[in-house]
């Protein structure tokens, strides 16, 4: 974005073939949505008599049909008798579809294909639905001349799944299935051997690094349910609007990390414009939100950004017509923003002090309405959402001067966009604002870290009580944290003594109880099986063994029994074990590669989701509305 005499100016649009393309392909689509919608009005059937005649071939009346759309729209009629014909193809390949589905059981499977093959981005396969995903993936490789290993496929806003089969994963006749290259065909490479090694070895890793991702998100969710040291350990936390901790069921706890983390790790991808690897990260993110309650996703406005990013993604494509749901995404983040923020945004302001920065996600969801309804043939809704879209873009526009002046303060330029517009513009309020937040971070970070840290020296007390790690975790969750209560707890419970850890390492240690320690139990007057049992179950703890015997009255509940029957000695450690520590290294080294790989792509500060340049946008919202402005004019010059 330039300045002039301190004026706005836009860049200049259109002056690109591929510029020029995409102006006719918007205006095309326009054409074909405001035409589909008077078909639908007038209830007229194109494949029937008299616009189509028993050869299946265009009619007569079909000329009439044009001239009569184009003068409602004042439009050329070649143009639109032109779109017409496509519509009326379509529908009868549909009709013939339908027709071989219901006699055969083939079914037809619309293919979108990569930007880059536009020409002819649409098309028709014809497949059972009892072959896998994988028969599938082959089978549009060899259609369309991928290869295989680099394509992924996106069936009703779901990765296709290559283990199970079409039917299992909802496939159905007439869907649309989404093409998404991890690297161009051979065909555009062979031309070079080196280019096309390269090109093979990016889409290896970027296969990997999905791959990683996933696996890294599982540790980082698991280790937020385990003890770690904060110090030394990473690990994800879910903070509110302020950036403080919150409990989260732990039923949802998991899912909920699971969600966010591949969110982040989509917007990452969307920022550095890798839009066909940020989608499954986005689609794999909706679905983790999809496992919490209802009520938690009406309170928190992560799963409404998701929502923005995904229709944004599809556009960012070129696909937006795969996303059959377009408007009730938009409509969801519209009511999730209302909840989460309440009418007005009064709730934000009450938290946050003003809702400046929240603008930006109400610009980004008024562009993409603006732009479902054009093209979906809604002309007017689209120029009201494209000029509400304008109007919020010149009241967040940043001055680039006010920018470095807060620069040249030692602020970064995210801190200095997101101050300017908390404080509408005002550099010195912004500075303080900036200042004011980092103070109040730094105090919660504070605060986080040492709840954290006395979280582990209270299990670490009650784990040298003789109690497990998962007993004084439950122990301490219902006691607030306060060791004293804890212990009363565990007390009072002695079911929770034999709660056991899920760490294979503690697991792996019911080794046979010494006789001195059997010995111990006798003295106290315990029964010798019933001590050599109970210290089975216990992993040699005396103290805990003796606790439970005696509030059993000399002998183990059944269910301890039953876990006593499962304790086995523990083998010495056998020359394969010994073989296997390298692999394991090999393992460790791999976990932490992708957890920091996981960790690169977390934003530090907590509202990165909420700082955007707005160029992009900027340059859309002057193209769509142009588009809007001179629908009729550039469709007459065609």
Known sequence: MKTNGG?????????????????????????????????????????????????????????DLAKKYSDKLECCENEVEKIIEEIRCKAIERGTGNE??????????????????????????????????????????????????????????KQLQLG??????????????????????????????????????????????????????????????????????????????????????????KALMLAMGYHEKGRAFLKRKEYGIALPCLLDADKYFCECCRELLDTVDNYAVLQLDIVWCYFRLEQLECLDDAEKKLNLAQKCFKNCYGENHQRLVHIKGNCGKEKVLFLRLYLLQGIRNYHSGNGEEAREYLNKARQLFKELYIDPSKVHNLLQLGFTAQEARLGLRACEGNVDHAAAHITNRREELAQIRKEEKEKKRRRLENINSLKGMGYSTHAA???????????DEALKILLSNPHMWWLNDLDPETNNHRESPSQEHIDQLVYMGFDAVAADTALRVFRGNVQLAAQTLAHNGGSLPPDLQLAAEDSSPTPSTSPSDSAGASSASTDEDMETEAVNEILEDIPEHEEDYLDSTLEDEEIIIAEYLSYVENIKSATKAE
């Not at 102006?23 to 059937?45: H, P």
């Not at 055969?104 to 896998?132: C, D, M, Q, V, Y």
């Not at 369309?144 to 992924?152: A, D, L, S, T, V």
């Not at 975790?473 to 060791?483: C, D, P, T, V």
Request: charged residues 35%; glycine residues 4%; positive net charge.
């Open 7 to 63: 004026r706005r100016r836009i860049r200049a649009l259109g002056g690109s073939r591929r510029a020029r393309w995409w102006r006719r392909m918007a205006q095309k689509k326009y054409l074909q949505a405001k035409l589909t919608q008077f078909l639908r009005e007038d209830r007229i059937q194109l494949w029937k008599p008299p616009y189509t005649d028993e050869n299946k071939e265009v009619g007569l009346a079909l000329k």
């Open 100 to 157: 071989n589905y219901k006699t055969t059981g083939i079914a037809t499977i619309e293919i979108f294909l990569p930007p880059r093959l536009r020409k002819e981005r649409k098309n028709l396969l014809e497949t059972r639905l009892h072959i896998s995903g994988q028969e599938l993936r082959s089978k549009i490789a060899e259609t369309f001349g991928f290869q295989e290993n680099y394509i992924k496929i996106v069936i009703n806003k």
């Open 164 to 253: 199970k089969t079409l039917e299992e994963q909802g496939v159905t006749h007439n869907v649309k299935a989404m093409v998404l290259e991890l690297k161009q065909s051979e065909e555009d490479v062979r031309k070079n051997f080196q280019v096309e090694e390269e090109e093979q070895n990016e889409a290896e890793l970027k296969e990997k690094r999905i791959q990683r991702t996933k696996r890294g998100l599982e540790i980082l969710a698991e280790r937020a349910e385990m003890v770690v040291d904060p110090e030394s350990t990473p690990y994800l936390d879910i903070a509110n609007q302020t950036g403080r901790s919150i409990r989260i069921p732990p039923s949802e706890r």
């Open 473 to 483: 975790k439950q122990a301490l969750h219902q006691a607030s944290g306060n060791l």
